[in-house]
C-alpha cells in the first residue's frame, strides 16, 4: 500500500489517508487511571461497569449526529464515527472473549486485528445513524453479558496472544476503557 509523505499508509479513508495503526499495549489501564481520558478503574465497582458501558454506548447518538461526525480532524485520527464503528465491533469481540472464559479453563483468545478490521469494515464510509443505533444495541447486550457473571466466576482468566492475560474483572475493566476513551477521543478530539 502507498504511503504519504508523513508514513502513513494510503487507502481509502479521507481522501485516502488510512490511520497508522496503534501498537500500544492498553492493558495497564486495568491497574491505573488512564491521563487522557481520566477512567480509573479501581473507582468502579465491577458491578458498576455494565451500567457505565450502556450509558457510553448511548451517548454516540448524540456525537454522531454532529456534522463533523463524519470527519477526522487531522490524517492521524479517526473521525467520531470511525471509532462508533471501532467501539461496535469492540462490543461483540469482547462479548466473544467472556463467553469464552467462561466456557472453557483459560482460552485463548481468538487474534482480532481493529485495523484490519476498519479497512474491511470501510468504518468512515457508513451510515452514522446507522452506527449509533447498532453500538447501543451492542454495548447493552455486551454490559449485560458482563453484568451476567456471578461474583465466583469473575476470577476465571483467559489470554491473548501476545501473552496479556485477564480474568473476567480485569476484562471487564478494559471493555469499560475502550467506552470512557473513544467517548473522549470523539468529543475532545
Not at 31 to 44: L, N, T, Y
Amino acid at each position: 500500500m502507498p504511503r504519504c509523505a508523513n508514513g502513513v499508509r494510503r487507502g481509502f479513508y479521507d481522501g485516502g489517508v488510512v490511520i497508522r495503526p496503534d501498537d500500544k499495549d492498553w492493558t495497564w489501564v486495568v491497574e491505573r487511571a488512564c491521563p487522557d481520558c481520566g477512567f480509573d478503574p479501581e473507582a468502579e465497582s465491577y458491578d458498576d461497569l455494565p451500567a457505565l458501558v450502556r450509558e457510553r454506548s448511548a451517548s454516540w447518538a448524540a456525537i454522531l449526529a454532529r456534522p463533523d461526525a463524519v470527519r477526522r480532524p487531522d490524517d492521524a485520527t479517526w473521525s467520531p464515527l470511525e471509532y462508533a464503528a471501532h467501539l461496535r465491533d469492540v462490543c461483540a469481540v469482547f462479548r466473544g472473549r467472556l463467553e469464552s472464559m467462561l466456557d472453557a479453563e483459560d482460552p485463548p483468545f481468538e487474534n482480532w486485528d481493529q485495523d484490519a478490521a476498519a479497512v474491511t469494515g470501510k468504518y468512515g464510509e457508513l451510515d452514522p445513524g446507522e452506527v449509533a443505533a447498532e453500538l447501543a444495541v451492542a454495548g447493552r447486550v455486551a454490559a449485560d453479558a458482563f453484568g451476567a457473571v456471578s461474583p465466583q466466576e469473575r476470577g476465571r482468566t483467559g489470554r491473548r496472544g501476545d501473552g496479556a492475560r485477564f480474568t473476567v474483572e480485569t476484562l471487564a475493566r478494559y471493555f469499560a476503557h475502550e467506552h470512557v476513551h473513544h467517548v473522549w477521543d470523539a468529543r475532545y478530539r
